[in-house]
């Protein structure tokens, strides 16, 4: 998945609950100014920003680490 699916993904999840940005920025423990920087796309959140967000949403978010090959 691709980072502009993922925050649309959240953003999704999010509106689809009626959450507010303030809302999920204080069930989940990450700052809001973090959270309206990852939904506008300007923001690099960690892997446990991202844990944090899904846990409050209810998704369950799974990471997949791919090993490159070099020629």
Do not use: C, W, Y
């Not at 796309?41 to 446990?48: A, D, I, Q, R, S």
């Amino acid at each position: 998945m691709h980072s502009k699916d993922l925050i649309e993904a959240i953003k999704t999840r999010r509106d689809h609950l009626n959450v507010t940005q303030d809302m999920l920025a204080e069930l989940s423990g990450v700052g809001l100014r973090t959270l309206k920087q990852f939904e506008s796309g300007k923001g690099n959140p960690t892997l446990e920003t991202l844990q944090k967000l899904g846990d409050a949403l209810g998704m369950a978010l799974t990471f997949e680490v791919k090993e490159l090959t070099t020629k």
